[in-house]
T-cell receptor, first 114, second 113 residues
Framework: NAGVMQNPRHLVRRRGQEARLRCSPM?????VYWYRQLPEEGLKFMVYLQKENIIDESGMPKERFSAEFPKEGPSILRIQQVVRGDSAAYFC????????????FGPGTRLTVT | DQQVKQNSPSLSVQEGRISILNCDYT??????FLWYKKYPAEGPTFLISISSIKDKNEDGRFTVFLNKSAKHLSLHIVPSQPGDSAVYFCAARGGGSQGNLIFGKGTKLSVKP
């Protein structure tokens, strides 16, 4: 029973490039959450998705960031025209039902923007 | 504006003793609280949770206490073991959110042999 999978684990991008982060939830989970952790900070919520729907994107920056969770395939967090301030660890979590009970986290993707 | 606060960035405890990690919150609408443990370069691992209708939940060496009137919760680990050394995050759900968790900044626990 595989846990939440994220890839890549490490991603290096130059300023202005695009970053795509992937998340496959646990088997049977249809609710996905993305969080970002800056150095010395806690995790900050970005977006909550169900299959083909964005439920809550109140934590997403207004520009350059987008997320999707298609009917087939992993959830994708996309960052266009990356800047140095986007360097962080991005964690995906999944839960079996709504309301976020006991979210299970993936290992994270560490994005470095040079 | 931090809704969940962990005021101690670090805590050092001797093996076999009790570790007490504290967490304060400001939003009285939070209805569910969780503790996660995180090792470097790994994702957070769920430890234990408590609903706002309870004041205590116990699971093995881990006990979480909730004081709603003080908007305070704590995680007790007894006896502490060196393998417990990690960063511990307190998280809360509710208060108008649709399932996303609000995290504190974490407390780094070091358990010395």
């Amino acid at each position: 029973n595989a846990g939440v999978m994220q890839n890549p684990r490490h991603l290096v991008r130059r300023r202005g490039q695009e970053a795509r982060l992937r998340c496959s939830p646990m088997k049977g989970h249809s609710h996905v959450y993305w969080y970002r952790q800056l150095p010395e900070e806690g995790l900050k919520f970005m977006v909550y998705l169900q299959k083909e729907n964005i439920i809550d994107e109140s934590g997403m920056p207004k520009e350059r960031f987008s997320a999707e969770f298609p009917k087939e395939g992993p959830s994708i967090l996309r960052i266009q025209q990356v800047v140095r301030g986007d360097s962080a660890a991005y964690f995906c979590a999944s839960s079996p039902g709504p309301l976020g009970d006991e979210q299970y986290f993936g290992p994270g993707t560490r994005l470095t923007v040079t | 504006d931090q809704q969940v606060k962990q005021n101690s960035p670090s805590l050092s405890v001797q093996e076999g003793r009790i570790s007490i990690l504290n967490c304060d919150y400001t939003n009285s609408m939070f209805d569910y609280f969780l503790w996660y443990k995180k090792y470097p370069a790994e994702g957070p691992t769920f430890l234990i949770s408590i609903s706002s209708i309870k004041d205590k939940n116990e699971d093995g060496r881990f006990t979480v206490f909730l004081n709603k009137s003080a908007k305070h919760l704590s995680l007790h680990i007894v006896p502490s073991q060196p393998g417990d050394s990690a960063v511990y995050f307190c998280a809360a759900r509710g208060g108008g959110s649709q399932g996303n968790l609000i995290f504190g900044k974490g407390t780094k626990l070091s358990v010395k042999p």
